[in-house]
């Protein structure tokens, strides 16, 4: 039987239940959200004489709960038009609509008496074989079904999602006590092709996978840092980015989510695993009790571990809490010797090495936080999953975390971690020696482009399922490695495809990843059929190296500078020219430089969470390789007789003007900075690369041909750079914009107005790259420009002067 989704019902619309209703919306479902009915009147409706048969106010804690979660940032949808494929209702009122959907998702409160009346009252409009599913966090699953009907329980398990829903990719599927197999297969595959997550099949244990070793992780922490005699900013610094972690790290993380859920689940752990050998460690420390009877949850009572504040003249302050004296103190910075030895090492996965080695406090730190992880995990197989790399998918895809317990055990080495545990008293499971007995000196390994996992039944490497809609550029790089040089790979991806991928720092664009961009078209025009330039770290490209601008600009090597960006402008033109089809694959940040280029590729297949556009003006210039001249041809192409023309190319103008970024790939359709009938949207990022792929094969195989070059810009002259300049005028007299602000947008307005022409003509591409790059290179000849430059070099943010 094929089962496909084309609605679902939610069932609960507190922040859980709208994230999940709106990503469903996100990609394409229509959805039914319900929640329950008020019991009373607020003040507002009673002003208006409602009363509680009124529609309005039966549907209001449905309405209130999604509208909220529209406004919130960042935003659980992709683009807000898509909201309106979701439908509001009560569960009195329409309640029996769920007859006609296909999956029904109850998010409804963490008690097992609630969630089995609402089963019960379900099953009464259920239609027999729709799939129904609870997004428990930790009840067992095989509680709530009990009482319910063969067909009910056939067709019921959690689903669990991780929150926020749109951004987290975890999704644990708990099968009950009679799941048919089916069902869980049909919800894995989903998950993974249509959600856009990584979906894990865990047992029905509590806290399931990735909360039960992510909160042993931060409740180990808890604990630590007192022996340790550390502070909380300390303990930010050694568990975040440096691992490879998010930057909220340990206690900016739980005041985020809510200490208090954090409480809950913990909690739950220590009442339900009696037999777990380290249960005492999910008993709350003193001061976690003493913040609970404080009610300082984190940002939600806006105090937990931080505090904000107003600091003199009102300037916004963070305040870190003592975790000796409980009283809240300024921010103390934290540094130790280990992780400076860590700051030459690009690669997350290769730092571990070096930070177990540590001889300072940070050092002891890693070594005791690593050895009673790799303890725990190793000792949760088989109690909570056979399969030891569903342990590492779960922390990756629900926590954050770069690599997986196993993975950085590996990264370590497998005996190294054994010593450290040791030395800190601790064993791992007895499975682990028995590995290293049979021959096996590492969790995974890889083979022909593919992941293998140790099998403990099996005692062997075995292929994780799951692979073949992927290709993993780690797996491939070595043996499918065409050219190299220091900014970028070049792999053979099979089937005549050439993949271009960056490994400049934050992928920037630069000399020598322009020279592999060249290198690697000329090699695809002569041996190969198509190329795809993509990558699969935190982000396609934040854009040129603007360290190497900046250098040229203030030692006044003009002349090198005008061949480096007229060389930017000649690969962007490559890419949009060559014999062969190019296609893009952006995602994450796509910035400057990162967006021309995807501008410039025949098509681009877009992760949906790809944040897109043209900012050059955070560092005092304009799109200089090809991006200004690009928003000009798209603007042409887009106007129709009878439109006001210069409307349009203002649209466009502002988009550059004002540094506009999308929050989705959706939004970047509206920005202009992707096409729709030319550029298509992945929402799970492991499938890009493999997609990108496909695109570029079936371009070939359809008989592609090198576009001929453009001399058919149609620009306003005159007519639009006077409407542009009075607008600047205005804008800086009013005080929107500085003096230099205003300079940089009048060298914009000169560039997609096509100069001063007297009247609107048709130009080449060329025409207008030359201009772009003459208003690009007096801008670097000033000094605000070169300040702006520096500032972002060495502070990450732009500086308005």
């Known amino acids: 039987m094929t089962r496909r989704i084309k609605s679902v019902a939610v069932i609960g619309s507190g922040i859980m239940g709208s994230g999940i209703a709106c990503h469903f919306a996100n990609i394409g479902v229509e959805v039914l959200l319900l929640d329950i009915v008020p019991r009373e009147l607020n003040d507002k409706e009673k002003a208006k004489g409602l009363t509680l048969e009124d529609k309005v106010v039966r549907n209001r804690l449905v309405n209130d709960s999604l509208t909220a979660a529209l406004k919130s940032k960042p935003s659980p949808i992709y683009h807000q038009k898509f909201a309106s494929r979701i439908t509001t209702g009560n569960l009195e009122d329409d309640i029996a609509k769920v007859g006609q959907v296909d999956w029904i998702i109850e998010v409804v409160v963490e008690r097992l008496d609630i969630k089995k009346m609402v089963f019960e009252n379900l099953e009464k409009y259920r239609k027999p074989g729709t799939l129904i599913t609870s997004n428990t966090s930790g009840i067992p699953i095989n509680f709530m079904s009990e009482g319910r009907s063969d067909d009910f329980q056939k067709h019921f398990c959690g689903t669990h999602f991780f929150n926020p829903a749109r951004y987290l990719k975890l999704f644990e599927i708990i099968p009950g006590p009679k799941t048919d197999p089916a069902v869980l297969e049909f919800l894995n595959g989903y998950g993974e092709q249509f959600l856009g997550k990584t979906s894990v099949v865990a047992k029905d244990t509590p806290a399931f996978i990735g909360n039960r070793i992510g909160i042993f992780s931060i409740m180990s922490l808890f604990h630590m840092v007192k022996e340790l005699d550390m502070t909380i900013e300390e303990v930010d610094k050694l568990s975040g980015p440096v691992i490879g972690r998010p930057k909220s790290a340990t206690f900016r993380t739980v005041d985020v989510v809510g200490l208090d859920t954090l409480v809950h689940v913990a909690n739950g752990i220590a009442e339900n695993c009696p037999d777990d050998e380290r249960h005492e460690l999910f008993k709350l420390p003193d001061f976690i009790n003493t913040m609970m009877e404080n009610k300082w949850l984190g940002s939600k009572t806006g105090q937990g571990f931080y505090k904000k504040v107003k600091g003199e003249g009102g300037k916004r302050e963070i305040l870190s809490l003592d975790l000796n004296t409980l009283d809240y103190r300024a921010k103390k910075r934290a540094s130790f010797a280990t992780l400076e030895m860590t700051k030459t090492i690009d690669n997350v996965v290769d730092r571990f090495k070096v930070l177990v080695a540590g001889k300072d406090k940070a050092g002891e730190f890693y070594r005791k936080t690593l050895a009673a992880l790799f303890a725990y995990v190793s000792n949760r197989i088989p109690e909570i999953t056979d399969d030891l790399y569903k342990i590492d998918d779960a922390m990756k895809a629900g926590f954050g975390w770069e690599h997986g317990p196993f993975q950085i055990w590996d990264a370590i080495g497998v005996e190294k971690g054994i010593e450290i545990m040791k030395a800190e008293g ?376």
């Not at 603007?546 to 962007?572: C, P, T």
């Not at 995602?587 to 900012?615: F, P």
């Not at 540094?659 to 799970?684: M, Q, W």
């Not at 003096?739 to 207008?768: C, F, R, W």
């Open 426 to 801: 601790l064993e791992p499971a007895a499975w682990v020696n028995d590995m290293l007995a049979a021959g096996s000196s590492s969790f995974y390994t890889v083979k022909d482009g593919a992941t293998l996992a140790y099998d403990i039944p099996k005692k062997s490497q075995e292929k994780v399922p799951g692979q073949d809609a992927f290709i993993i550029l780690d797996n491939i790089r070595k043996t499918s490695e065409v050219f190299k040089n220091s900014g970028v790979v070049v792999e053979d991806l099979g089937d005549g495809i050439l993949n271009v991928e960056f490994q400049s720092k934050m992928n920037t664009i630069g000399g020598d990843v322009l020279a592999g961009l060249n290198k690697a078209i000329d090699m695809a025009e002569k041996d190969y059929q198509g190329l795809v330039v993509g990558n699969q770290g935190a982000n396609f490209s934040v854009g040129a190296n603007i360290g190497m601008i900046f250098m040229m600009a203030v030692e006044q090597e003009y002349d090198e500078l005008n061949m480096a960006i007229k060389y930017f402008q000649d690969s962007m033109m490559r890419m949009r020219y060559s014999s062969i089809p190019t296609i893009a694959a952006p995602h994450g940040m796509t910035l400057g430089g990162g967006c021309e280029l995807t501008m410039h590729a025949d098509r681009a297949v877009v992760a949906a969470e790809t944040y897109m556009g043209l900012v050059e003006f955070g560092v005092g210039v304009i799109p200089g390789g090809g991006g200004s001249k690009e928003m000009a041809l798209r603007a042409a192409d887009t106007f129709k007789k009878n439109d006001v023309e210069l409307n349009v190319l203002q649209e466009y103008f502002l988009t550059v003007g004002m540094a506009k970024v999308s929050t989705s790939a959706y939004e970047a359709f509206d920005l202009g900075v992707l096409l729709k009938g030319r550029d298509s949207i992945v929402v799970n990022k492991d499938r890009q690369i493999a997609t990108a792929k496909k695109h570029a094969m079936l371009m070939a195989e359809s008989g592609y041909t090198q576009p001929p070059k453009r001399k058919d810009v149609k620009v306003l002259g005159k007519q639009a750079l006077g409407m542009f300049l009075v607008g600047t005028d205005s804008m800086e007299a009013s005080h929107y914009i500085s003096e230099h602000d205003k300079k940089i947008a009048n060298k914009l307005a000169y560039v997609m107005a096509g100069g001063d022409l007297s009247e609107p003509t048709m130009v080449s591409e060329q025409y207008l790259l030359d201009i772009e790059r003459e208003a690009f290179l007096s801008l670097c000849t000033e000094r605000k420009t070169l300040e702006r430059i520096e500032h972002m070099l060495k502070k990450g943010k732009p500086l308005r002067n």
